[in-house]
């Protein structure tokens, strides 16, 4: 689930994310032009979009959003990163993952893969390179991620990758006929360091 709080313009200079992340099994990179069949396959499903708020694009919405997304790449100073998530091996696009600065100290993380790609560890490994990403390269303090109540499996993601529960929203947001309670995770600098040095028994 995203935020629907978005942050005040960034007044610091642009703050790099060295791209593409790498993971042991995936490649976080810059949309190309050539990812809009890709996207399309995942973007609309149902089962993909069960806990996030945005409704399925009709396929004219589909085009300006990935316009808009190719777009986004040269905003300077630079405050989000929409990032393809493709399989280091046969380079396959599955997901899609994002880092969002929110003012100064704090930036926002969210993924969505291919329901073909579920359980196999991937949304960990996002989670854990995304926030590693953003914390070496970032001057953030703290970064949070927002999920559905009862969504358990991004939930889950969020433990393993070091984040704790911080805080309970109800009526975040109204979307798709209904209001949306979500738990807020979060990773603090400090946490991220320690983990770093030893890796939490997972
Ligand atoms: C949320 C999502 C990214 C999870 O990715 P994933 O690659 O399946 O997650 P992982 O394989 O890393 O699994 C992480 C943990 O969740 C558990 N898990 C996975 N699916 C689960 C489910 N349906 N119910 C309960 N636990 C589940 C796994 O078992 C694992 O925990 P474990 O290691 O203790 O067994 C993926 O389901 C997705 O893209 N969903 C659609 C988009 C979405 O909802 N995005 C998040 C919005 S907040």
Redesign the pocket.
Known sequence: ??SLRRAPSLTGAAAPLPLPIDTPRLRLREFLARDLPAVRRYASDP??????LREAPTEAQLQQQFERLLRARQARPRRAWELAVVQRRGERLI?TCELVRLGRSEAEL??????R??????????ATALAGAGFSCLPIERMR????VG????R??LE?AGFRWCAHLVRHAHAKQRWWDCDEYELRRAEWAVRRVTPAA?
């Open positions: 689930v995203k089962d993909v979009l069960e806990h996030v997901g969210g993924y969505m893969l291919g329901s790609y579920w359980r196999r560890g991937y949304g960990t490994e996002i991620a927002l999920v559905d969504h358990d499996s991004s889950r993601v393993k997972r």
